[in-house]
């Protein structure tokens, strides 16, 4: 097991640097492709030549990638030091360096908006695992029933409205029409009603969506459950059906929920790109919306750190969770 | 890479966002009582476009709310350069000399601030001298002086570290960049810079090596505000600059929210120009502008900061349940297309004639919005807020007249002229992330059709403006006949507006704005008398001239004067629309009915 | 039920109808029927037997018989967790200890289950919860009905697994049902069955997925065990020869009825169906060479939603043409007395039968 978790940490991190390099060539190459300096974006309108090269130099824009690269590593273990123009900064370990735009370092900016991120989508999580597997258990129980088929017909439309439109809708009905909700994101620490508040729609725009995928995988491997030899041998002890369901029945379907539970949860903290900006949430999605716009390489560069290792360790997370579920997976 | 076709995913993100718009017009109709002047409620239609809306409803204290899409690209005084950030910066910076608290044109002239006066202007125009008044303070309390300014304006040669602000002062007071800026400065004091004085705390010389008619309206930029060298935290400073104003940071999380509270350090008596009415001024961003126009609607904020007209959703729905609280003021800016002469056959002025001819004015301002949204059909190349502007009424090719609609015999003739008389292909390029561009960009490309242009569309990325149109060399490669822009004057005179567009000078080999690459005399000339004249009457002449120049030229085609639609919270009082802002409202003065 | 009540069997009716048992368990006149799309699904029509404490009853059939469902049948499993599909429709009596179950409370039936009654399955890989020690499934079986600590339970399991064999029982007792063998996992299950001491004891097919060596094994383990415990027990087979040393009735299924019934020596020495002589010329024995045997059953088992009429074994039966006016084909033929407590139902007379049997069929067996 230690011997497992070792050789996944090593490749989570050989995965971390190969992203990194991914993220700095697509950064560099393809404007040098498009015949584009992106130095001249930092400049004002009328800025000369000199500028635009005095620019350059202070982002680190003039090194070669592979010494960008060493410099961003070496940041983040043991901090650095940018000089540019009189200007000396230390920046302590930690650095994940300053925003091109803003000129914020960037690790307070992650440690800021991931918290509201992370509570986005494990708020989500609860709602829609909550419902979802609900309405799935349902399901299975009620085959073929009204509700069935009507839960069945909600699922498919959750699955397939985009989340730009039901986050769109949500806040034209709830926050501006019937004025239920404020709908304004606020800070935990500030209010818990009004985080509340700002949270329920995005969670619920959020959890809509997924709940109705794992209301339908939950259906289906709920149905095959059911008719498994150790379901019958579980009812002939004489135990009762909510034993049977809850416990004999649960644990099994629940197996592939959490696989993808896992996987979900990791991709939604680097990817509720379109929920944050549709509900302005402070997120890390927002902020790399905004980057990508800004060309602000080191918010780039954070934000896609901090979300490949939430992906990475949400998929580490689920294994070791999988051979805890089930004793016939072992880690070798 | 530069070139973007319209996905699937965005096409359904555009028929989704139709639903929503239809959904929220319906869903905004809540609080639809407006009664036009009323003491509570919304002034009434444009009743603060040029001109004051309740001036006298105005209390102290209260919060100020703003709301915004966009986040300014720097609060640093010497960084900033969107027109809403300089607005905004009179919060909690000050000038020498800045413009008049006053709607429309008169917001557009200067008045003394932190000087006792405008400028003793000596040695033919080469010598500006100020004295500083009494009782102005830093937030600190400590006081304001000469050094002070003179160390703020020093921050603009530094644009190896605060890059992005406008360069006029550098360019006008050492325009041979000998001065390293104040962080490489090796005098003690860091304040090496020849061509300021200040002899005594109270006094600020400034020696021109050229004289500039406009050198106090760069002066009135937020850039020549005064920094203390103690509290320069340098490429941080954006982040809590040191205020001189009437209101200091209190935080500031970038993209997120800003909050500015009263400066107590600051005196009433010091300052003739600022009212300070609020208490209290915050700003929180939005991500969708959608979101942004309901809140407004709704009064959970009083007011865009962005100042760049509501979305196409929200404006339907203001206009039709809140036209109250709406104005339609002309932004300054000018939307346009221009011809590189690099690229054949644009090197040809029938050719270029041909275009201006042949295109659909009135389908170019419908793609742009319409006469509300949109703007009145432009003319010619001199914004109406700009000193010297004719407006509609100088029309040298008939675009809002005769040749409204486009007039194809002419344009033919003029390819004729121009050795094309089967017409030719060429190339437009537009940003791909302003919609309404490429809308103008398509509308173009079906009327120049008619007359045997085939003009195919480039929509290349947006936010690498600069690097792709500002390289002639590159413009010249991809073969960009056409280009579809926008302008607004940094200051409003003819320089502010059109050196950079129109002087020789100005030709880069990046940066450049001078995308037609006029190279004519006759302008250059008229540019230098601009610079040397002290006289307001024969400035406005000069501008008048160039102008009449640049449209003989046939190197533009103006689309529309632009007007956008300007959303006025109903707790805002002592409301106005400034020229010295492109037609945005005027926030310093700002004030509220209710200190609530 | 409402089609049920067409055929004039007993549907619903209370207990009190018919006189109690006195047996320990009777079964009377069982119908399971399942409804599906293409029609009713007749797997059990009429069944009825009777079985006493210490004794065991061998039910034997091909798979498709109706043998399984009967015993799920009695276990009332046909009718627990049934969602949304067809309910199957089951009519008659089953009487265990004076009480009849299907009439019965279920909640009442429920608690019956695993401590009265009790059931070893077919494929103990399947049958055993793969998330679950064996430990915690017994201990499981045995907390449902005995209100005592986990540590206590425990101790029963490691003493279960001990009596039916499995080595290191303490040790055993937390593995996973995959990291034991299939002798030693079947072993389990039995164990996990005996824990509550049931009074019956059905056993689905249990040396079906062992081989040969195991197989012998398990039947002796069951037959001590009954011995011990003193239990009524069930076997289920579709290989008289598991049956032939266990059971001291054997019962032949076939087409969902009962086609013979008797005392074991009986049905082995004196069977009176052809379809038994079908079975044991089928039946591998070491003292007789394979290449000899006389009477496979040919063709393939019935349709049960289509049960041919007469006797449903008629397409396959050697001798259909036997009994005049071709009644195999029109009437089915009643389980009639053919000796002492043996019953068979053919139409054949007596001596027909006794003739082919003692002259074609037991000299080649």
């Known amino acids: ?332 | 890479m530069t070139t973007q076709r319209t996905s699937g995913r965005r096409k359904q993100a555009m028929a989704a966002a139709a639903v929503v718009a239809a959904l929220l017009t319906t869903a905004a109709c809540g609080g639809g009582k407006d009664s036009d002047g009323s003491k509570n409620g919304a002034a009434g239609f444009d009743a603060a476009n040029n001109k004051v809306a309740q001036a006298s409803l105005a209390k102290k204290g209260g919060t100020l709310r703003f709301g915004g899409a966009q986040d300014a690209d720097s609060w640093d005084t010497t960084r900033g350069y969107y027109g809403f950030a300089w607005n905004f910066m009179r919060y909690y910076s000050r000038q020498l000399v800045t413009n008049k608290t006053e709607p429309g044109k008169e917001g557009a002239k200067l008045t003394p601030d932190l000087a006792t006066g405008l400028a003793k202007v000596s040695d033919g125009g080469k010598t500006y001298t100020y004295t500083l008044r009494d009782g102005i303070t830093w937030e600190d309390g400590k006081p304001i002086t000469s050094k002070d300014i003179k160390y703020g304006i020093e921050r603009v040669w530094a644009q190896d570290v605060l890059s992005g602000g406008p360069t006029y002062l550098k360019d006008f007071l050492d325009p041979d960049g000998k001065y390293q800026g104040p962080y490489k400065d090796k005098a003690a004091d860091h304040l090496g810079l020849k061509a300021i004085d200040t002899p005594d705390d109270k006094t600020i010389v400034f020696h021109l090596p050229k004289a500039n008619a406009d050198f106090e309206e760069v002066l009135a930029l937020t850039s020549a505000s005064p920094v203390r060298q103690d509290q320069d935290t340098k490429s941080k400073y954006s982040l809590h600059p040191f205020s001189s104003g009437p209101y200091k940071f209190e935080s500031y999380n970038p993209g997120k929210d800003l909050t500015l509270v009263r400066n107590t350090n600051w005196k009433q008596s010091s300052d003739p120009v600022r009212k300070a009415y609020p208490d209290k001024i915050t700003i929180k961003f939005f991500s969708n502008a959608n979101d942004l126009d309901q809140r407004l609607i709704n009064g959970d904020i009083d007011l865009d900061i962005n100042q760049t007209g509501m979305s196409p959703q929200g404006r339907t729905a203001a206009l039709k349940q809140h036209k109250a609280n709406l104005d339609n003021p002309v932004s300054g800016y000018i939307r346009y297309a221009v011809f590189p002469q690099s690229v054949k056959p644009f090197d040809n002025i029938h050719c270029r004639n041909a275009v201006i001819y042949g295109a659909d004015h009135v389908s170019l301002q419908t793609a742009r919005g319409g006469p509300v949204a949109g703007g009145d059909i432009g003319t010619n190349m001199l914004p109406p807020s700009v000193p010297g502007s004719e407006g509609q009424k100088y029309d040298p090719f008939e675009l809002a007249g005769a040749n409204k609609t486009g007039n194809a015999a002419k344009a033919k003739e003029e390819l004729k002229a121009c050795g094309q008389p089967n017409g030719f292909k060429t190339t437009i390029a537009v940003r791909n992330n302003k919609p309404v561009e490429v809308a103008t960009a398509q509308s173009l490309q079906a009327s120049l059709k008619k007359i045997g242009i085939t003009a195919d569309i480039d929509q290349y990325d947006g936010s690498q403006t600069t690097g792709i149109i500002g390289s002639p060399s590159n413009v010249k490669k991809k073969g960009y006949g056409v280009i579809i822009m926008g302008w607004g004057p940094d200051f409003p005179t003819v320089q502010g507006f059109g050196l950079p567009l129109w002087d020789s000078k100005y030709i880069l080999q990046s940066g450049n704005n001078n995308y037609a690459l006029i190279k004519d005399k006759a302008i250059d000339g008229l540019f230098n008398d601009y610079v040397n004249t002290l006289d307001e009457a024969k400035k406005t002449q000069i501008a008048t001239q160039i102008n009449h120049k640049v449209m003989e030229g046939g190197y533009y085609l103006p689309f529309v004067f632009e007007k956008f639609i300007n959303w006025r919270g109903d707790r805002l009082a002592n409301v106005y629309t400034t020229d010295a802002y492109s037609g945005q409202y005027d926030f310093v003065n700002l004030g509220l009915k209710s200190a609530k | 039920m409402t089609e049920l009540s067409k055929s004039g069997a007993a549907v619903g009716e209370p207990a009190t109808a018919s006189p109690a048992s006195t047996a320990f368990l009777e079964v009377r006149d069982l119908k399971v029927h399942f409804p599906t799309d293409d029609g009713l699904v007749k797997s059990v029509d009429g069944l009825s037997f009777q079985l006493e404490k210490g004794k065991t009853l061998g039910i034997v059939g091909e798979s498709g018989s109706g043998k399984s469902v009967t015993s799920l049948g009695i276990l009332g499993l046909h009718t627990a967790g049934q969602y949304g599909k067809r309910k199957a429709q089951i009519s008659g009596e089953i009487w265990l200890n004076g009480t009849e179950l299907l009439s019965a409370d279920p909640d009442h039936v429920r608690k019956l289950r695993g401590r009265d009654m009790a059931m070893i399955f077919q494929d103990p890989l399947s049958a055993l919860h793969p998330y679950y020690t064996i430990g915690q499934q017994i201990v499981e079986a045995y907390r449902i009905h005995h209100n005592v600590d986990k540590k206590t339970a425990r101790k029963r399991a490691i003493e279960m697994l001990d009596r039916v064999g499995i080595p290191q029982p303490d040790k055993r007792v937390d593995s996973y049902p995959h990291e034991f063998s299939g002798g030693m996992r079947q072993r389990a299950m039995i164990a996990m069955a005996l824990v509550n001491n049931p009074e019956l004891l059905i056993a689905d097919e249990p040396t079906t997925a062992l081989d040969v060596t195991v197989q012998a094994q398990i039947l002796d383990l069951i037959r001590d065990l009954q011995k011990e415990f003193g239990s009524a027990v069930i076997v289920i087979t579709h290989d008289l020869g598991v049956v032939a040393e266990l059971a001291d009735d054997i019962l032949v299924m076939y087409g969902g009825r009962c086609v013979e019934r008797g005392p074991a020596e009986k049905v082995f020495y004196e069977p009176r169906h052809p379809y038994t002589w079908g079975l044991l010329g089928s039946m591998p024995r070491l003292d007789r060479e394979q290449q000899e045997r006389l009477i496979p059953v040919k063709g393939s088992p019935p349709s049960l939603i289509n049960v041919p009429s007469g006797c449903a074994f008629n397409p396959r039966c050697p001798y259909a043409d036997v009994p005049k006016d071709n009644v195999t084909r029109t009437v089915r033929p009643e389980l009639t007395e053919v000796g002492s407590r043996h019953w068979a139902a053919c139409h054949m007379t007596q001596e027909q039968r006794e003739r082919i049997w003692t002259e074609e069929i037991a000299p080649k067996l």
Request: proline fraction near 4%.
């Open chain 1, 1 to 332: 097991m230690l011997a497992y978790l070792i050789r996944r940490l090593f490749a989570a991190v050989v995965m971390l640097v190969v992203i990194i390099l991914v993220v700095f060539s697509i950064f560099f190459l393809v404007p040098k492709w498009a015949g584009v300096d992106i130095a001249t974006s930092f400049v004002g309108k009328q800025a000369d030549p000199a500028a635009v090269q005095a620019v350059r130099e202070k982002l680190g824009l003039g090194d070669p990638i592979y010494i960008q690269v060493w410099d961003f590593f070496k940041g983040i273990f043991a901090g650095r030091t940018y000089a540019a123009g009189g200007d000396v900064t230390h920046c302590a370990a930690p650095c994940f360096g300053y925003s091109f735009r803003s000129e914020q370092a960037v690790w307070p900016v992650l440690t800021d908006r991931f918290p509201v991120t992370l509570g986005l989508a494990l708020g989500a999580a609860v709602l829609w695992l909550v419902f979802g597997v609900a309405a799935g258990v349902l399901s299975a129980l009620k085959r073929g029933s009204l509700w069935d088929r009507s839960a069945m017909v909600v699922a498919l439309a959750g699955v397939s409205l985009p989340i730009y439109f039901t986050g769109l809708l949500s806040l034209a009905i709830f926050a501006f029409g019937l004025k239920w909700i404020d709908a304004q994101y606020v800070p935990l620490g500030q209010s818990f009603t009004g985080w509340l508040g700002g949270m329920i729609l995005p969670w619920v725009t959020l959890a809509f969506l997924y709940a109705a995928m794992y209301a339908r995988i939950t259906r289906a491997t709920m149905l095959e459950v059911l008719g498994e030899d150790y379901i019958r041998t579980a009812r002939a002890k004489g135990l009762r059906e909510q034993t049977v369901i809850g416990k004999h029945a649960m644990r099994s379907t629940m197996t592939p929920i959490l696989t993808m539970l896992g996987m979900d949860l990791g991709a939604l903290i680097g990817g509720a790109i379109l929920t944050e900006t549709t509900f302005s949430l402070p997120g890390l999605g927002q902020a790399v919306l905004n980057a990508i716009r800004n060309q602000d390489l080191p918010i780039i560069l954070g934000v896609t750190l901090i979300t490949s290792l939430a992906v990475l360790l949400a998929n580490l997370v689920v294994d070791v969770l999988y051979a805890v579920i089930d004793p016939r997976v072992r880690l070798a």
